[in-house]
């Protein structure tokens, strides 16, 4: 593949042995560029904004939370998110994909696994988390553009009422896209929706 059009990559900050191991997977592959690597996460707006990367490989958690997967594709939209975590569970696998993120996969993922997730990302497509069975998880349902607004603000704990005003809808429709959000993310309630993630 030519240098022009290799997907380019680049990867946050890990712990080293993990990082050595996802620089190497991605030097050599022929089809895929390292632009950066190491990236802090003060320094990702900047890294991200210099080398337009289609995919930048990030431990999520290092991110302070799911709003800010949202955050970094309003800014970077060339630039697709695939998540490395400890343990994410559906649900949190779940958020990180409604707000964005093209994958949240296990870092202890198979290494075939990681290259296929890249190059899906780099094509703009998001990996669903599967259950035990192989079939998508119940709880991974893709949130619509409308219900990924409500729950950026939900996750704000912003009242029905102020998310009503700021998206110029009824309290009603709010509900409505709250029980939906709750539904595709496998869960019950907005108690439930703002319990501190631990993705890392």
Same mark, same amino acid.
């Given at each position: ?93 779940? /958020? ?58 939900? /996750? ?45």
């Amino acid at each position: 593949m030519s240098e022009t059009s290799a997907i380019t990559v680049a990867v946050g900050r890990f712990p080293d042995l993990l990082a050595r191991g996802l620089r190497g997977l991605v030097q050599d592959d022929p089809s895929l560029e390292l632009v950066a690597r190491d990236m802090a996460p003060a320094q990702l707006d900047a890294v991200l904004r210099r080398h337009d990367p289609r995919v930048a490989i990030l431990d999520a958690g290092t991110l302070r939370s799911p709003i800010e997967v949202r955050e970094l594709t309003i800014r970077h939209p060339a630039t697709h998110l695939l998540l490395l975590a400890d343990h994410a569970s559906s649900v949190e696998a779940a /958020q990180l994909l409604a707000f964005g993120a093209a994958a949240c996969l296990s870092k202890g993922t198979q290494e075939r696994d990681v290259l296929n997730a890249i190059h899906l990302a780099s094509r703009g497509l998001q990996l669903i988390p599967r259950g035990a069975d192989g079939a998508p998880s119940s709880g991974s349902g893709l949130l619509t553009a409308r219900e990924s607004d409500v729950l950026a603000e939900l /996750q704000r704990r912003r009242s029905n009422a102020q998310i009503a005003a700021d998206l110029s809808i009824s309290v009603e429709t709010v509900r409505t896209h709250a029980r939906h959000i709750y539904r595709k993310l496998g869960i019950s309630s907005r108690r439930e929706l703002l319990t501190p993630a631990r993705v890392g």
